[in-house]
């Protein structure tokens, strides 16, 4: 999955990377939030998961998780790239929109 978000996101998005675990949680940049375009990205056959309600407070509506223990490669590869024209698209709908 992380050599598919370097080869799909488009400039401004970043992620962790993560030594174990389940999830990369990747951040938007500023203005984008991951609630409001996660329907549209079910729509296209694609789900993550928002980061806001991960937070105690001051939620960052600019983030989400990407599961990858349960998914084939050739599938994450297929769900990452419409991720980033997903992402590509919301950037460039949002003028208000900063990098992270």
């Known amino acids: 999955m992380l050599d598919a978000l370097a080869r799909h996101m488009p400039e401004g998005v970043s992620w962790n990377q993560p030594e174990g675990g389940m999830f990369i949680w990747v951040q938007l940049p500023h203005g984008l939030d991951s609630m409001a375009i996660l329907e549209e990205a079910v729509k296209r056959n694609v789900a993550y998961v928002p980061g806001a309600p991960f937070y ?13 223990v349960t998914v084939p490669p050739e599938r994450i590869e297929q769900g990452v790239a419409i991720l980033g024209t997903l992402f590509r698209e919301a950037i460039a709908a949002a003028p208000q929109v900063r990098a992270a």
């Open 56 to 68: 105690a407070s001051n939620p960052q509506r600019n983030t989400l998780r990407l599961a990858f």
